[in-house]
């Protein structure tokens, strides 16, 4: 398997543009997560998703933020409009949630956000 | 809520032992996992305590202590490798919610 696939890998963009940012998790993988990285906050839990339903969005940090996983191979994380204080980044991970396997998330790389 | 905290930074030298602290504040959780995380890279997983007690995987040992709410993760026989954030998490047994600590940065000295 080529474990959660992320992308871009990095994006630069200007205050105002959307943003969207994209995850394939691995096959098999019932439960979606995604976080925010920042050296001030840590790991952030933003939203995640169980069987490509969303269970807990309390992370998400205001209305500008949005998140799907319209099936159970792909997820969007999209931000609009986008401002410089959302700079961070961004992982997505995946996880079977089943028995002890279950507890281990594999993440993606990554995408690093710049907004100017 | 719940909060794991650790230790922001721990300095060691090659070949030492070094223990990285977790002290949580949740109402009930599955276990207490680790993770290490290279500077650039992504968090991967390390190692998993469902019981009390201790686990040992090669070089790394993780604790867990549900009574005294604690856990740790224990580093054997440093390497300049092992110089890297390392994180404890839990998955809340409610919400499912799967939280990470603060962080721990480890610096290995030569």
């Known amino acids: 398997d080529a474990g959660v696939i992320q992308s871009p890998r990095h994006e630069v963009t200007e205050m105002g543009q959307e943003v969207t940012l994209r995850c394939k998790p691995i096959?098999?993988?019932?439960?979606l997560f995604w976080y925010r990285q920042t050296m001030m906050r840590g790991l952030e839990l933003l939203i995640y998703?169980?069987?490509?339903?969303?269970?807990?969005d309390s992370g998400m940090p205001e209305d500008r933020f949005s998140a799907k996983m319209p099936n159970a191979s792909f997820s969007t994380l999209k931000i609009q409009p986008s401002e410089p204080r959302d700079s961070a980044v961004y992982f997505c991970?995946?996880?079977?949630?089943?028995?002890?396997?279950?507890?281990?998330?594999?993440f993606g790389s990554g995408t690093q956000l710049s907004v100017l | 809520g719940q909060s794991l905290e650790q230790p922001s930074e721990v300095t060691a030298v090659e070949g030492a032992i070094v223990q990285i602290n977790c002290t949580y504040q949740?109402?009930?959780?599955?276990?207490l996992s680790w993770y290490q995380q290279h500077d650039g890279g992504a968090p991967t997983f390390l190692s998993y305590?469902?019981?009390?007690g201790l686990e040992e995987t090669g070089r790394f040992s993780s604790f867990l202590s549900r009574s005294d709410s604690y856990g740790y993760l224990l580093l054997q026989e440093l390497q300049m490798k092992d110089s890297a954030s390392y994180f404890c998490?839990?998955?809340?047994?409610?919400?499912?919610?799967?939280?990470f600590g603060t962080g721990t940065r480890l610096k290995v000295l030569a």
């Open positions: 998703f169980n069987n490509n339903v969303p269970i807990d």
């Open positions: 096959s098999g993988h019932n439960s």
């Open positions: 949740t109402s009930g959780f599955y276990g």
């Open positions: 998490a839990v998955r809340d047994r409610g919400t499912y919610k799967y939280i």
């Open positions: 991970a995946s996880s079977s949630l089943r028995g002890r396997e279950g507890e281990k998330l594999f």
């Open positions: 305590n469902a019981l009390d």
